[in-house]
Structures are given as C-alpha cells and as structure tokens.
C-alpha cells in the first residue's frame, strides 16, 4: 500500500533525504568536498520549494500552505551560508572535525526547514528542539576557546526552556488557560529566540563561535524560536486582543538590550544583543499588532535574517568587507532607508495607535541601542592603531565565495529596503485590515 502524502510532506521528504545523502556524504569525504556536497543539496532543496505546487510552476506558498514564506527565509540563509564557507578557513580545528562539522550542518538545516511543515504544538516543540540540539552540537565541534562552555551554556538554558515550553504546549492543546499557555510558551521559546529570562547564553556563543555558525546563530535559531511564539499566537485567539503577557516579555527584552549593548566592547556579544533586541520588537509587533501582528513579526524577523549574516560575514575583514559590516550595523541600527528602518517604523505605527505611552518607552529604549551599534561603526571604519605584530595577525581578505554571499545579502537588505516603504506608510492597522497578516502561520 502506498503512502498517501500531502504535496507539503512529499516536499519535506524530499528535502530531508537530500541533506540526509548529503551529511552522509561529507561523513566520509573530504572537508572540501563535504562543502559542496552541503552547498549542493541545499541548492536542490530550494529548487524543490520552489517549484512544488499542483500543477507546477514557482509558487511555493500555494502547496506549502501558511508557513511557505518562513521557509524561503530559512532556505536562503542557508544557500548563502553554505555558499560562503566553500572556499572560507574550516570551522573546526581538525580534519576529523571538520566531517563533522559538514555532516551536522547539514543535518540541521534539514532539521530547519522541517519547522514551518509542523502541523501541531508537539510536532512544533520537536523541531524546534531537534534544531537546538544540533545547534549546540555545532558550537561544540568548532573547538575554539571557550566553544565547548557555550555549547553547555546553550543545552542547559535551552532545556530549561525546553521544559517550560513543553507545559505551555500541553496547557494550550487543552485550551483551558490561554494567556498562561501563552506566556509559557513565550518564555520557553523565547530561550531560543532571544527573550528574557533565558537568552542569557546568546553573548557567549556569538563570541565563541565562527562567522558561519554565529551567522545561524543570529538567524535560524532566532527565526525558529519567533516563529513557534508566532504559530500559537492565532491559535490561541491573542491576535485578535493585546497579549499583555507578550508586552511584558518584549519590553523587558528591549530593556535588557539597551542596558547591555552600549557598553559591550566585543562586537560579537554587541550582536547577541542585537539579536535579543530583534526578537523583542518581533514579540512587541505580535503583542500589539492585531490582525497584522504576524506580518510585522515576520518582516522584523525576515530584515534580521538578511542583515546579521553580513555583519558576521564582515566583521573584522579588512578592505571593502569593513565597509560592508558598518553598513550591516548601521543597518541594524534602523538607519534609513535601509530594511530594518521601514519594519520598525510600520512597528511605531502600530504601538502609536495602540498605546502612545507604550512607543515612547521603546523609543526611549532603542536610543541607547542605536548609539552602541553607531560606536561600533566608528570603531570599524577608525581603528585605533596597533603594534605591527598585531597588524601582521589580521584576517585574511574575502574569499570569492564568501564575497558573493555577502553581496547576495547586501542585495537583500537594499531590496527589503525599497519593499519596506509600503509596510511602513500603511502600517499595521490597514494591513491588517485587508487581510494581509493572517496568511503566514
């Protein structure tokens, strides 16, 4: 008897035998040929997202269903990731690692996609926790300095969340207490997205890890968190009220961000907190955004997922790539017209017909943010002079491969710019109003 599958779940079949041929192949092949076997399979799942659809044709959202435009972003960070390090310095300090280094990330980029095809609250939880897992796996087999204390710090704190999460879970399947359901889930998720009380892990593992896994740090494992937050909102009939609960979370967030960021002095952690600040105005948008909640949420997740790669990409490379990290930082700032500045003005639009009090406390917040990511350009573009030994230790200029990724999200960034003017002048009201908020979850 043959199985009779969804066009989703054929998909997702697909896709997960594809990255599973492609780990086993990087298992057992050089650390170069496992780059492109990762690269290739995660170019071919694309091209299956993209086409399927009954009749054919490149409209994914028609056959994925709600979460089709999720997975696009979690597709493309992964092709320009997988594409930046084919002719980047390896990861892990050893060839045996290396394998399997190439081996778990391919793994966890099929793990990643599998998130938005969860039908239900436990298969949710799984994925999100099997993306955890590798997540932390990957940290650890880097072997850098201080990898393998971040990789514990993001398994406790993460099981921590994990077991909160799993009680909001099981209090929302009996839809007995939704705001409680809600607020657990938030917390729970919230380790992974960057949410107080349990986003304390990030700082560590953005400053001990490499540019490609931080790169996944600060997207995927961000997005997937959001992204299950985001699902049980409608679910649990908060997007059709406030969710002070959700409020609560995001400001305390954004406070901790603030507090924190401008006198970080390592550009990694200042990223981390960037990060923390990124999902709290994600949370903020699903708190206060009605109707049109997920579409804020989504368009802040989705400019974080096109800047903070090309931060990571950038940072400390000499030459154009340290102009192209300031722009990725200004960027995250909200200056304008960058991408970033139009989803968090269509957010201010939003939070100014919601509560007027309530906007000016974010605002207030996001002054200190925007001059800590400010000083950081200063300190990029104007370094203070070092002693010739230091100099000589500098890191290597772009590879071509990870000069196209970061020119692909470059591109990004300009074009989520231009189409961020519409979000913006409407706002969330009307947006909501049409009906444009409700198709992603």
């Given at each position: 008897?043959?199985?009779?599958?969804?066009?989703?779940?054929?998909?997702?079949?697909?896709?997960?035998?594809?990255?599973?041929?492609?780990?086993?192949?990087?298992?057992?092949?050089?650390?170069?040929?496992?780059?492109?076997?990762?690269?290739?399979?995660?170019?071919?799942?694309?091209?299956?997202?993209?086409?399927?659809?009954?009749?054919?044709?490149?409209?994914?959202?028609?056959?994925?269903?709600?979460?089709?435009?999720?997975?696009?972003v979690?597709?493309?960070?992964?092709l320009?990731?997988?594409?930046?390090?084919?002719?980047?310095?390896?990861?892990?300090?050893?060839?045996?690692?290396?394998?399997?280094?190439?081996?778990?990330?391919?793994?966890?980029?099929?793990?990643?996609?599998?998130?938005?095809f969860?039908?239900?609250?436990?298969?949710?939880?799984?994925?999100?926790?099997?993306?955890?897992?590798?997540?932390?796996?990957?940290?650890?087999?880097?072997?850098?300095?201080?990898?393998?204390e971040?990789?514990?710090?993001?398994?406790?704190?993460?099981?921590?969340?994990?077991?909160?999460?799993?009680?909001?879970?099981?209090?929302?399947?009996?839809?007995?207490?939704?705001?409680?359901?809600?607020?657990?889930?938030?917390?729970?998720?919230?380790?992974?997205?960057?949410?107080?009380?349990?986003?304390?892990?990030?700082?560590?593992?953005?400053?001990?890890?490499?540019?490609?896994?931080?790169?996944?740090?600060?997207?995927?494992?961000?997005?997937?968190?959001?992204?299950?937050?985001?699902?049980?909102?409608?679910?649990?009939g908060?997007?059709?009220?406030?969710?002070?609960?959700?409020?609560?979370?995001?400001?305390?967030?954004?406070?901790?961000?603030?507090?924190?960021?401008?006198?970080?002095?390592?550009?990694?952690?200042?990223l981390?907190?960037?990060?923390?600040?990124?999902?709290?105005?994600?949370?903020?948008a699903?708190?206060?955004?009605?109707?049109?909640?997920?579409?804020?949420?989504?368009?802040?997740?989705?400019?974080?997922?096109?800047?903070k790669?090309?931060?990571?990409?950038?940072?400390?490379?000499?030459?154009?790539?340290?102009?192209?990290?300031?722009?990725?930082?200004?960027?995250?700032?909200g200056?304008?017209?960058?991408?970033?500045?139009?989803?968090?003005?269509a957010?201010?639009?939003?939070?100014?017909?919601?509560?007027?009090?309530?906007?000016?406390?974010?605002?207030?917040?996001l002054?200190?943010?925007?001059?800590?990511?400010?000083?950081?350009?200063?300190?990029?573009?104007?370094?203070?002079?070092?002693?010739?030994?230091?100099?000589?230790?500098?890191?290597?200029?772009?590879?071509?491969?990870?000069?196209?990724?970061?020119?692909?999200?470059?591109?990004?960034?300009?074009?989520?710019?231009?189409a961020?003017?519409?979000?913006?002048?409407?706002g969330?009201?009307?947006?909501?109003?049409?009906?444009?908020?409700g198709?992603?979850?």
């Amino acid at each position: 008897m043959g199985l009779n599958l969804s066009p989703a779940d054929r998909l997702l079949l697909a896709m997960t035998l594809v990255q599973a041929a492609a780990a086993l192949c990087a298992w057992f092949t050089s650390d170069r040929a496992g780059r492109w076997a990762v690269f290739a399979a995660q170019a071919v799942a694309a091209a299956l997202a993209a086409r399927l659809q009954p009749g054919g044709g490149l409209r994914p959202a028609s056959a994925l269903g709600p979460g089709a435009a999720w997975l696009a972003v979690i597709l493309g960070v992964g092709l320009t990731v997988t594409a930046y390090r084919l002719w980047e310095s390896p990861e892990a300090r050893s060839e045996g690692d290396g394998h399997r280094y190439n081996a778990l990330l391919a793994l966890l980029l099929a793990v990643v996609a599998a998130v938005p095809f969860a039908g239900s609250g436990l298969r949710l939880w799984l994925s999100v926790e099997a993306v955890t897992f590798l997540m932390a796996l990957l940290i650890d087999v880097e072997r850098r300095p201080q990898s393998v204390e971040a990789a514990w710090k993001l398994y406790i704190l993460s099981a921590a969340g994990s077991l909160v999460a799993l009680l909001g879970t099981a209090l929302a399947e009996g839809s007995a207490q939704p705001a409680l359901a809600l607020t657990l889930l938030a917390v729970g998720y919230g380790a992974k997205a960057g949410l107080v009380p349990l986003y304390l892990w990030k700082p560590d593992a953005y400053a001990a890890t490499s540019a490609t896994t931080g790169a996944l740090l600060a997207s995927l494992e961000s997005l997937v968190g959001l992204y299950a937050i985001a699902w049980w909102v409608p679910r649990l009939g908060v997007s059709s009220a406030p969710s002070w609960p959700l409020l609560l979370l995001g400001g305390l967030s954004l406070l901790m961000a603030a507090l924190a960021l401008p006198a970080e002095r390592d550009p990694r952690k200042a990223l981390a907190y960037s990060t923390v600040e990124q999902a709290a105005l994600a949370v903020l948008a699903l708190a206060a955004g009605g109707p049109a909640g997920p579409l804020l949420a989504f368009w802040l997740t989705l400019n974080n997922a096109a800047a903070k790669p090309l931060a990571f990409f950038t940072l400390g490379r000499p030459g154009a790539a340290r102009w192209l990290y300031a722009l990725a930082l200004l960027t995250l700032a909200g200056v304008p017209p960058m991408n970033v500045f139009f989803g968090e003005l269509a957010l201010f639009r939003t939070l100014g017909a919601f509560r007027p009090l309530l906007l000016a406390g974010v605002l207030a917040l996001l002054v200190p943010i925007f001059i800590g990511l400010v000083r950081l350009v200063t300190v990029a573009l104007f370094p203070a002079p070092q002693p010739e030994s230091q100099a000589a230790g500098e890191a290597s200029p772009l590879s071509w491969s990870a000069a196209l990724a970061s020119a692909v999200h470059l591109l990004a960034v300009l074009a989520l710019g231009a189409a961020g003017l519409p979000l913006a002048v409407l706002g969330g009201a009307v947006l909501g109003a049409a009906g444009l908020g409700g198709g992603l979850l």
